[in-house]
């Protein structure tokens, strides 16, 4: 079902049905497809539904806030060592790709890497009986969830928020372009590229560039994170040599390229201040909703 507001429903029970949308797919996800698919695909429902919850907090309460997003958070990470597994497996063949396969200790890596896969595949069977309780009571939960304020009132904070919170981040890492930092900032770019998902169809010709751009943005700084976890994940595996350190430096040359167009476009697309960014969306909103 499309992640999006309607414009003929409130607010509070478009947030209740959109949580419960993504429950719903997420436990049917879980029964009836591949396994990498089912992770990928459940991970990417919790965090839209975290991305609600984020859109409306000081609407739903700070507590049902906290509680909610922890317990989502936890059921995320029953699937994050086999997520993970897997996405360092397809940022070595990516970077591979990139670098024509020129990599030092590409076979000893690549097999290190298809063994740690299917290591986390064997262990992924227990989580699935937690996981599936987890979903389910929250569901049953956040189908009778409230929120104080209606209209605009209950969503335009929260975009604020997330804006403002993705800008700073972006500030931040002039300063500190450390691996954690740039992460933070990604994680800023994937809430408000769900939020405008959301809100879509209140003005489509002007949100479908800036979904794009986010979209690319979230693209290069998620590839960055990926080469980081592949960095560590070699680190760790085999001990200090030649070829380890030369890897190590090919994977830093990526993430040069990488993380320079992430900041040539986040520099373009974080030129508002939050007040304007958050009014302007509001007043497609507001003339949508009329």
Known sequence: MPFRFKKKESV?????????ERLEDALETLEKTARFEAVHGV???????????RLTRGEIGK?????????LREAADLL????DAQVKLSAFDDLSSHFKGKLPLQSEIKNALRDNCRAEEKKLSVAIAPLKAILS??????????????????????????????QAAFETISGEPSDHNFHEWRKRVKDLGYHLSLLYPA????????????????DLLGDDHDLFMLREFVIKKFPR?????????????????LRSAAVKLGGRFYREKPNRFS????????????
């Open 43 to 53: 991970r990417k429902e919790i965090k839209k539904l975290r991305s609600v919850l």
């Open 203 to 218: 003005r489509p010709r002007k949100l479908r560039d800036r979904m794009g751009k986010l979209e690319k943005l979230g």
């Open 63 to 71: 507590k049902t806030y906290q509680r909610h997003n922890r317990v």
């Open 279 to 290: 009014r302007r969306i509001g007043d497609y909103w507001k003339s949508w909703r009329r």
């Open 241 to 257: 040599t030649h070829d380890t350190n030369a890897f190590e430096l090919v994977i830093y040359a990526r993430q040069r390229e």
């Open 137 to 166: 009571e929250s569901k049953e939960e956040l189908d009778s969830l409230k929120l104080k304020a209606k209209g605009w009132r209950a969503i335009g904070p929260g975009l604020k928020k997330v804006y403002g919170r993705g």
């Open 12 to 20: 509070a029970k478009a947030v209740r049905r959109l949580c419960s």
């Open 80 to 83: 994050t060592a086999f997520r």
